[in-house]
């Protein structure tokens, strides 16, 4: 009997584990392998999906992923509170959904329509109702000061005739399954959770009556789609909050849903409360959430699902383990949505890795309010617009500078077919964001250097490290385009004491290390934290000195909550509103907000001030080149990757 390559590439595969075709109910998906939901604000106004949302989604049904599970969609505008979202209370939006549908079926992939009455007190006060509904009377998450408003039973029941009609809605437009989203404190949750349900009716109380609200809408659903099609609930077994549901408290939620028809469980940890769960940043690590598997496995029989910021490594872990039955990848299918099949021919060096930074996907969403993008796949979304085309004229492209923005600049341009050629005068790839990426927490961005460094090599790049050029160089005037991506250098002020010898900036700190036990970062920005984190981690005494009124004004949101419990749990001290004035052999002289000064004492001294674009060698290009040079990244304007490596792609992307 005779196989075929591909078999054999499975069978010799050390991930073949998650290559199995498993069940959920009566369906079958191919593999263990399921795309998280994620919400993308790609729908209209008028409540139907958008060319970009559904190419989005097709592009990851196309790269291998056994099911897609779609963001939460909810039951109606009144109740969402939330983003944009397709309008399933309206047939309208059907044929445009039949055609998400089958476009990811066309590629063997499941898809499954994840549904949620609402944000409930997580709500926006200023999207929907004026006042956030609740289980109860509880403060809203936003705004505290403003109690919401609790459902009657009258709307409760409402609520389950819209359940019916969005059932029916996943049904006609062709989704496979549907899940109920019961996750992340939002409405359903706050019925099932004694801290939030604080009713008296049938609806509150016991256990059972906090868990009616869920359950109900189960049967409903299960009514209005018949017994074929499967109901998956997502929720969260560990709020991780003091008063929020622990582990223990949710078994007894998870063996009822059973009992009531759910076929599947999605799990995880989190809630609002504790955000940086719901959106795990790096300083959470790899498979961050996967620990509340073993003990759910021991009380329910149905399929588990499980996520947060997985690896194939983690994943097959886990399946293994048993305790889980499909591993759900999220952000890192935004980063690769070709990321399941690069696993199953043997690439694993090939997969583009996700930083964990949530800088352009909820980053958008938070920021912005805008479509979901990403930091290392600037294509997010706008598949259809950014196809790399290969090219019937090659040019000669020269790049300066192999940080994350020339590095993208030279891996798209030769996916074009250009012949490109990169030189850096340091050592090695990665630039100042390769130097600083030292700490465990930052272990993703290695990687991610390492993945650029395989794909030139695949793309016979020519790399020269060790060499610096200047304006005059031949090899600029034969150049047909000239991507400058020099960076920028650290902004240093004028400090007394600021050039003693046991003071180094920071991007020495990272490259040769730090000497001593007491240290203390001046700047408490993201890098200065970083630092100062990755030294507490190591065992020394930090301190962080920060003239503005709180540290990592520039870290997102969500990992912000990270970093700062992260500081606290290893002691970093952090001192803001305060000025450094002077340094010398003895520490840091620092004059705070009421004027008064004070000595830090210190064996090193870290500067973390914030950087500035190095401009001269780009402006000389410019000016003796500037029809064919394109100016990428820091060197252009001090920003964050995302910055640098999308400006590279759309560098690279522009020669005709």
């Not at 021991?298 to 886990?318: R, W």
């Not at 036990?517 to 984190?533: R, Y």
Request: hydrophobic share 40%; charged share 25%; with cysteine.
């Amino acid at each position: 009997m005779t196989t075929t390559v591909l078999e054999r590439v499975k069978m010799e595969n050390q991930y073949a584990k998650l290559f199995e075709a498993m069940k959920i109910g009566k369906m079958t998906l191919k593999n263990r392998l399921v795309m998280a939901p994620m919400g993308t604000f790609t729908p209209m106004q008028d409540g139907t999906e958008s060319e970009e949302g559904i190419a989005y989604y097709e592009e990851r049904a196309r790269g291998g992923i056994g099911m897609i599970i779609i963001g939460a969609q909810f039951l109606n505008e009144k109740t969402a509170q939330g983003g944009p979202t397709m309008s399933v209370d309206n047939n309208r939006a059907i044929p445009k959904a039949t055609v998400l549908c089958e476009r990811v079926h066309r590629w063997g992939a499941k898809i499954c329509a994840q549904i949620s009455p609402g944000t409930g007190r997580n709500g926006m006060p200023d999207i929907g109702e004026r006042v956030p509904i609740s289980s109860s009377e509880n403060p809203s998450f936003y705004n505290p000061e403003m109690i919401c408003r609790a459902l009657s039973t009258e709307e409760i029941k409402d609520i389950m005739k819209d359940w019916a009609q969005a059932a029916l809605f996943a049904k006609k437009a062709g989704f496979d399954a549907i899940e109920i989203h019961g996750h992340a404190g939002y409405l359903i949750d706050q019925f099932l959770s004694p801290i939030w349900n604080k009713r008296t009716d049938e609806y509150g109380g016991s256990f059972e009556n906090r868990a009616r609200f869920a359950v109900e809408t189960v049967q409903t659903i299960r009514e209005a789609v018949g017994p074929d099609m499967p109901i998956l609930f997502r929720i969260s077994l560990d709020h991780r909050f003091e008063g929020g549901r622990t582990i223990e408290d949710s078994m007894p939620l998870i063996e009822l849903l059973e009992k009531a028809g759910v076929d599947a469980l999605d799990i995880d940890a989190g809630a609002y409360e504790t955000m940086d769960f719901i959106f795990p940043p790096s300083y959470l690590g790899d498979a961050c959430m996967g620990y509340v598997c073993e003990e759910a496995r021991k009380h329910v029989s149905i399929p588990l699902l499980n996520a947060g910021s997985h690896t194939p490594e983690t994943a097959l872990q886990l399946v293994n383990s048993g305790n889980c039955d499909f591993v759900m990848f999220g952000r890192q299918m935004i980063a690769d949505p070709e990321f399941p099949k690069k696993l199953m021919e043997n690439r694993r060096e090939d997969i583009r890795p996700c930083l964990l930074c949530n800088e352009e996907c909820i980053g958008r969403v938070f920021n912005r309010t805008t479509q979901i993008s990403c930091t290392v796949n600037p294509q997010v979304c706008m598949e259809k617009y950014f196809q790399i085309e290969k090219t019937s004229s090659p040019q000669n492209i020269v790049v300066i500078g192999a940080g994350p923005g020339g590095l993208e600049a030279a891996r798209v341009a030769a996916l074009k077919g250009h012949h490109v050629t990169v030189y850096d005068k340091s050592e090695t790839l990665g630039g100042t964001f390769g130097v600083i990426a030292t700490g465990p927490f930052k272990k993703r961005i290695r990687d991610l250097i390492t993945w650029y460094g395989v794909q030139l090599s695949k793309l016979n790049v020519q790399v020269n490290l060790n060499t610096e050029i200047n304006v005059d160089d031949p090899i600029l005037e034969a150049a047909d385009k000239i991507f400058v991506a020099t960076g920028a250098v650290p902004f240093v002020p004028n400090i007394p004491g600021i050039e003693s010898s046991h003071v180094l900036g920071v991007v020495d700190a990272h490259q040769n290390g730090v000497e001593g036990e007491k240290i203390v970062v001046c700047g408490g920005g993201m890098s200065g934290c970083d630092t100062a984190l990755e030294l507490a981690l190591e065992g020394k005494q930090v301190t962080i000195v920060e003239m503005l009124s709180e540290c990592a004004r520039d870290v997102m949101v969500i990992n912000k909550i990270s970093l700062m419990r992260q500081l606290a749990e290893n002691n970093v001290t952090l001192l803001t509103d305060s000025k450094v004035v002077s340094v010398d052999e003895t520490g840091v002289t620092i004059e705070k907000k009421d004027g008064t000064v004070e000595l830090v004492p210190a064996d090193t001294v870290i500067t973390a001030f914030g950087q500035k674009p190095s401009t001269d060698f780009p402006d000389a290009v410019r000016k003796q080149y500037n029809i064919k040079t394109t100016v990428i990244g820091d060197a252009e304007k001090v920003s964050k990757a995302a910055n640098a490596i999308h400006t590279g792609f759309y560098a690279a992307m522009a020669i005709e």
